[in-house]
């Protein structure tokens, strides 16, 4: 073969070797666009260097998204080209946007924080006179439910007694004195007759009713020991029962 030959012979087996990188460098600019435009709202930044390709997509810090990394090498003889300058504006145009869509708290370098102080004033549970209002409120409460408790805890011990009319005993009770001498044993004191207990204390629903309650009715008193029970010395003949509510439209009274 003569000189000529093989000098072209040469040139086009390097011509050959140049032509074979275009294709990767141009896949190469095709694929970092198609990248950026599938990742949407994050942040791009390209670098080139002179062995290679790196195009990195990280996501911003508000997002708190792992960074990912896409880079491609071009390895061997050095690159011969560059990015295509309209996919590479379009990149850095993408990036600019995001990062101003990003979420930006901005304080100003001079801002001072201030903390108002104020005095702080203690008052003792003796001298707090409201706490000592609602604790007293509670205490007379619970006084007042453990009275009805035992009053119809009393009460159940003298089933079976007599009935006696004007009975103010154990050894036999009428309505009155059957309810008047269950109360005295609780250290209240209630007037002898029916009629007046009425007025004894303060009427309730019998949807508020309580065990411990009065039930009157006209010429009847008895004591209400819940769920629609009461306890009474009926009338003469009978003796002290528990029983369940037979007066029509009874009046259910709070006493203490």
């Known amino acids: 073969m003569d000189p000529q030959s093989s000098t072209a012979t040469s040139q086009l087996r390097r011509g050959r070797h140049r032509a074979a990188?275009?294709?990767?460098?141009?896949?190469?600019?095709?694929?970092?666009?198609?990248?950026?435009?599938?990742?949407?709202?994050?942040?791009?930044?390209?670098?080139?260097?002179?062995?290679?390709?790196?195009?990195?997509?990280?996501?911003?810090?508000?997002?708190?998204?792992?960074?990912?990394?896409?880079?491609?090498?071009l390895t061997g003889t050095a690159m011969k080209g560059k990015l295509n300058t309209t996919d590479i504006n379009a990149l850095a145009s993408q990036a600019r946007q995001t990062v101003a869509a990003a979420n930006v708290v901005a304080v100003n370098p001079t801002a001072e924080l201030k903390v108002e102080k104020s005095a702080v004033t203690v008052v003792s549970a003796a001298e707090n006179e409201e706490y000592q209002a609602e604790r007293a409120a509670e205490i007379a409460a619970e006084e007042a439910e453990q009275r009805r408790a035992s009053v119809v805890s009393i009460a159940m011990r003298y089933i079976g007694v007599p009935y006696v009319w004007g009975g103010t005993t154990p050894a036999g009770f009428d309505c009155s004195g059957f309810t008047s001498y269950v109360f005295a044993q609780v250290g209240i004191d209630l007037p002898r007759t029916s009629a007046e207990q009425r007025y004894a204390g303060t009427a309730v629903p019998y949807s508020e009713a309580l065990p411990g309650d009065l039930i009157w009715s006209p010429g009847h008193i008895a004591i209400y020991a819940g769920d629609g029970m009461q306890i009474e010395a009926p009338v003469p003949g009978k003796n002290v029962r528990y029983t369940s509510i037979w007066q029509s439209g009874p009046v259910f009274i709070r006493v203490g």
């Open 21 to 73: 990188h275009r294709p990767l460098l141009t896949a190469v600019a095709q694929a970092a666009t198609g990248q950026a435009g599938v990742i949407t709202g994050r942040g791009a930044v390209i670098a080139a260097a002179g062995s290679g390709v790196l195009l990195s997509l990280i996501a911003p810090p508000a997002q708190a998204a792992p960074s990912t990394e896409i880079s491609t090498s």
